[in-house]
Nanobody, 116 residues
Framework: DVQLQACGGGSVQAGGSLRLSCAAS????????IGWFRQAPGKEREGVSC????????YYVDSVKGRFTISRDNAKNTVYLQMNSLKPEDTAVYYC?????????WGQGTLVTVSS
């Protein structure tokens, strides 16, 4: 079974940092791009970042460019999201995502809370 397990969330003050991890299993990890999404209270889920299967290219939503960095370790089947200079508007549940054979798979989410 495909599994994505996200962890690393927590509560930090504005300006702080967190690193999220997404551990994957049940599929050939280095054959697929992986994405991070987030959903803030009362808002739609939005794409934050994604990384190609080889890790040589990444996408970021404008609001996190220059602050977040996505990376992956294919030997460990894990994708990371380093989040620096966090802002209260980054508060959300963060999910990792993989699209495999036209099916979307989601991790369970990890909560990030940024206080001002």
């Amino acid at each position: 079974d495909v599994q994505l397990q996200a962890c690393g969330g927590g509560s930090v003050q504005a300006g702080g940092s967190l690193r999220l991890s997404c551990a994957a299993s049940g599929f050939t990890f280095d054959d697929y791009a992986i994405g991070w999404f987030r959903q803030a209270p009362g808002k739609e889920r939005e794409g934050v970042s994604c990384i190609t299967k080889s890790g040589d290219s990444a996408y970021y939503v404008d609001s996190v460019k220059g602050r977040f960095t996505i990376s992956r370790d294919n030997a460990k089947n894990t994708v990371y999201l380093q989040m620096n200079s966090l802002k209260p508007e980054d508060t959300a549940v963060y999910y990792c995502n993989a699209k495999i054979m036209r099916t979307e798979y989601w991790g369970q989410g990890t909560l990030v809370t940024v206080s001002s």
